[in-house]
């Protein structure tokens, strides 16, 4: 014997999502999403182990600092500080100008 269909769920849709980081760094969420990635790129490349061989003259302190400032700034471009977004923006701007002219 059957039952009675359950009602069907509402999910919501991606519009009807409202307050993710991207409202409150005053954007859209496409140019959130970049940032974000850019700062993860930021973070990823800082955290590279120093080649001891190759002449750098960063010392492991310099390293660290470095590491510390990029896991800032994903979390600022997380959390939607629009700063911090603003000027990802940018820079992702001038350097999409300079390789597409």
Do not use: C
């Amino acid at each position: 014997m059957f039952t009675s269909a359950r009602p069907a769920r509402k999910v919501p849709g991606v519009e009807q999502v409202a307050g993710g980081p991207w409202d409150r760094a005053g954007v859209d969420r496409e140019t959130w999403h970049a940032a974000r990635i850019m700062a993860m790129a930021i973070r990823e490349t800082a955290r590279l182990a120093l080649d001891p061989t190759s002449g750098n003259e960063a010392s492991t302190d310099d390293h660290e600092r470095l590491g510390e400032y990029a896991d800032d700034l994903l979390s600022a471009v997380e959390k939607g500080d629009p700063e911090t977004v603003a000027m990802l923006s940018r820079r992702a701007q001038r350097r999409a100008k300079a390789i597409f002219g």
